[in-house]
């Protein structure tokens, strides 16, 4: 293993490279960091000084992509412009302002077309920035808590370095990744920042045991997160034999473990284990998942796959949206035409559920938003991307109730829909029928 300091371990990037990391708490902000300052160092000279190297040897033009991420975000700041471009796979919190002003963009798509895109080459790699745990005695290291599509970038990238931390728990499957394939380490040792969860409201706790009534037992369970998932969790004790098969998992999949109700006994594919391509979560939750053989950890390319969703029985997706119309279009990654998050896995798992022999394909939110606005809507607001569309709608739920629009007419579709929206929007929505 070669070891190198940050500011040396990001030498190697070069202007107009494109360069990709791990989502969440698998970013490792000590390389993100020392690139930035490079840039700073390079760019924020006086010209004619000492220092100052020649434009074309600067750094410049390089474009980062990435899926959620939170905390550390400086590569997208005005001062950057021309350094950095960001195009990300999902848009976070920490990135969403600069998304929506045009300094930084999106690339839409289904999360599990990601490794193909790199793959394929529609998506340039060069450089890839990592966050390992200590090394195996068969040197191996593991990405722990993010997969994501990082073997297919490893794979492709001419650059690739480690950010070594102790703190990152040791998880199997498509997590591990031979020394050998890594070029260069640096050791940083920062605890992950944990995610503690928000308390239920009402509204959440409702529209948790909406979505518990519709999960059989032996159900695999997709979940995403946020509260909706947590109170669907919190609402499954007395089920039997559920299993796991998700994009990620977090802290309220614990207890379910724990008291046998999530054992992965009825799932065909990975029987026995917690499938995952992220986590997300506490100290107890990294706690959890380090060094155990239950949990597998997989590229996005396998857990979001339709078909290998859909292999096993009774499968349960369970997604969000920011608005749906009368007629089942369910919009979940933007406000009109500015971008708030994704598409995510929404139709990877919608469709692995519709196709999963006695699946169950939901879409959970409250009926209207914080400010008392109407998430049922006669038609979707002008530009928000359509991630579900209406062919493949089934089950909506909000806090009022639950509905199956399958087989449906527009019509009967419009009138199920508005049975459970929010009473202060059902006469507006009765008269644009």
Same mark, same amino acid.
């Given at each position: 293993?070669?070891?190198?300091?940050?500011?040396?371990?990001?030498?190697?990037?070069?202007? *107009?490279?494109?360069?990709?990391?791990?989502?969440?708490?698998?970013?490792?902000?000590?390389?993100?960091?020392?690139?930035?300052?490079?840039?700073?160092?390079?760019?924020?000279?006086?010209?004619?000084?000492?220092?100052?190297?020649?434009?074309?040897?600067?750094?410049?033009?390089?474009?980062?992509?990435?899926?959620?991420?939170?905390?550390?975000?400086?590569?997208?700041?005005?001062?950057?412009?021309?350094?950095?471009?960001?195009?990300?796979?999902?848009?976070?919190?920490?990135?969403?302002?600069?998304?929506?002003?045009?300094?930084?963009?999106?690339?839409?798509?289904?999360?599990?077309?990601?490794?193909? =895109?790199?793959?394929?080459?529609?998506?340039?790699?060069?450089?890839?920035?990592? =966050? !390992?745990?200590?090394?195996?005695?068969?040197?191996?290291?593991?990405?722990?808590?993010?997969?994501?599509? =990082?073997?297919?970038?490893?794979?492709?990238?001419?650059?690739?370095?480690?950010?070594?931390?102790?703190?990152?728990?040791?998880?199997?499957?498509?997590?591990?990744?031979?020394?050998?394939?890594?070029?260069?380490?640096?050791?940083?040792? !920062?605890?992950?920042?944990?995610?503690?969860?928000?308390?239920?409201?009402?509204?959440?706790?409702?529209?948790?045991?909406?979505?518990?009534?519709?999960?059989?037992?032996?159900?695999?369970?997709?979940?995403?997160?946020?509260?909706?998932?947590?109170?669907?969790?919190?609402?499954?004790?007395?089920?039997?034999?559920?299993?796991?098969?998700?994009?990620?998992?977090?802290?309220?999949?614990?207890?379910?473990?724990?008291?046998?109700?999530?054992?992965?006994?009825?799932?065909?594919?990975?029987?026995g284990k917690l499938t995952a391509m992220f986590l997300k979560g506490s100290q107890q939750l990294y706690n959890f998942v380090d060094h155990n053989d239950a949990v597998l950890m997989k590229d996005v390319g396998y857990t979001n796959n339709p078909a290998v969703i859909a292999s096993?029985?009774?499968?349960?997706?369970?997604?969000?949206?920011?608005?749906?119309?009368?007629?089942?279009?369910?919009?979940?990654?933007?406000?009109?035409?500015?971008?708030?998050?994704?598409?995510?896995?929404?139709?990877?798992?919608?469709?692995?559920?519709?196709?999963?022999?006695?699946?169950?394909?939901?879409?959970? =939110?409250?009926?209207?938003?914080?400010?008392?606005?109407?998430?049922?809507?006669?038609?979707?607001?002008?530009?928000?991307? !359509?991630?579900?569309?209406?062919?493949?709608?089934?089950?909506?739920?909000?806090?009022? *109730?639950?509905?199956?629009?399958?087989?449906?007419?527009?019509?009967?579709?419009?009138?199920?829909?508005?049975?459970?929206?929010?009473?202060?929007?059902?006469?507006?929505?009765?008269?644009?029928?």
């Amino acid at each position: 293993m070669k070891f190198l300091t940050a500011d040396e371990a990001v030498l190697p990037v070069r202007p *107009g490279d494109h360069l990709h990391w791990p989502c969440v708490s698998g970013a490792p902000e000590c390389l993100i960091e020392a690139l930035v300052c490079r840039a700073d160092r390079e760019n924020g000279c006086v010209a004619g000084g000492a220092a100052c190297l020649p434009n074309e040897e600067r750094l410049h033009d390089v474009t980062i992509s990435h899926f959620y991420t939170e905390g550390y975000a400086d590569y997208t700041l005005p001062k950057y412009k021309g350094v950095f471009q960001l195009d990300s796979f999902f848009v976070g919190g920490n990135v969403r302002e600069a998304t929506q002003s045009g300094r930084a963009d999106y690339i839409p798509c289904s999360l599990s077309e990601t490794p193909r =895109m790199i793959k394929s080459g529609a998506v340039r790699c060069d450089v890839v920035f990592l =966050m !390992v745990s200590e090394p195996d005695s068969e040197g191996f290291v593991s990405l722990g808590t993010s997969v994501d599509y =990082m073997p297919e970038a490893i794979d492709k990238a001419r650059y690739v370095v480690a950010q070594v931390n102790k703190y990152v728990p040791y998880t199997y499957g498509d997590a591990r990744i031979p020394v050998s394939k890594i070029d260069a380490f640096v050791r940083c040792d !920062v605890p992950l920042k944990p995610a503690a969860p928000s308390p239920l409201s009402e509204t959440d706790i409702a529209i948790g045991k909406h979505c518990a009534a519709l999960i059989p037992d032996g159900a695999t369970l997709q979940i995403g997160i946020g509260n909706i998932p947590t109170a669907v969790l919190s609402q499954l004790e007395g089920h039997k034999n559920l299993g796991v098969h998700s994009e990620m998992f977090s802290d309220s999949v614990i207890p379910l473990v724990e008291k046998g109700v999530i054992n992965g006994s009825c799932k065909k594919t990975d029987p026995g284990k917690l499938t995952a391509m992220f986590l997300k979560g506490s100290q107890q939750l990294y706690n959890f998942v380090d060094h155990n053989d239950a949990v597998l950890m997989k590229d996005v390319g396998y857990t979001n796959n339709p078909a290998v969703i859909a292999s096993n029985p009774r499968v349960v997706a369970l997604n969000s949206a920011i608005q749906i119309d009368l007629s089942g279009q369910v919009c979940s990654d933007s406000m009109g035409t500015r971008i708030f998050s994704g598409s995510g896995g929404q139709l990877d798992f919608i469709l692995g559920a519709t196709y999963s022999d006695g699946g169950v394909p939901i879409i959970a =939110m409250p009926s209207i938003t914080s400010k008392g606005v109407s998430k049922i809507v006669p038609t979707l607001t002008p530009g928000a991307g !359509v991630v579900t569309p209406r062919t493949l709608t089934q089950w909506v739920v909000t806090e009022q *109730g639950a509905v199956n629009l399958y087989g449906l007419s527009l019509r009967q579709r419009a009138e199920a829909l508005i049975s459970i929206a929010h009473p202060s929007a059902r006469e507006s929505l009765r008269r644009s029928i």
